[in-house]
């Protein structure tokens, strides 16, 4: 997979930068969000949901995911991720593995800060190599 095209990647990082702004975070006050490509070239987004009984939250990669495969989408073909400030992070193990499950080794994950331009990438191999597969 090559890098995405700058108009998709503008489009990805606007819903992500939206959906935080929706995070349901009161206990950290971390707001994360995260933009999906799928193969139709439809764009999901979702946000993480915290819970008071902390196992239970659900991070915004995990959002976004499940709201491609409601919307229809089967596979990731790029996702973003955008916390707070001028923070750049990488998807927490469950969700390297969630991301594997639904794309290709070399898919790219992209990484941006709320504010500014800074934005890394890596693929989901680099990532999660050797990942589990059924």
Do not use: W
Not at 109 to 126: H, L, M, N, P, R
Request: with cysteine; glycine share 8%; hydrophobic share 45%.
């Amino acid at each position: 997979m090559t890098d995405a095209p700058l108009p998709v990647l503008t489009r990805l990082l606007e819903a992500a930068r939206a959906a935080r702004l929706n995070a349901h975070a009161p206990y950290s006050k971390f707001r994360v969000g995260a933009a999906v490509l799928d193969e139709n070239g439809t764009i999901s987004a979702g946000c993480n949901m915290e819970n008071a009984a902390y196992p239970l939250g659900t991070c915004a990669e995990a959002v976004a995911l499940g709201a491609m495969v409601a919307s229809g989408g089967r596979e990731c073909r790029a996702i973003l991720i955008v916390a707070g400030g001028d923070t750049l992070i990488t998807p927490c193990g469950g969700c390297r593995q969630r991301i594997a499950e639904l794309a290709v080794p070399a898919t790219r994950i992209y990484c941006a800060a709320a504010e500014g331009d800074a934005i890394s990438q890596v693929t989901v191999d680099d990532l999660l190599p050797n990942s589990f597969r059924l």
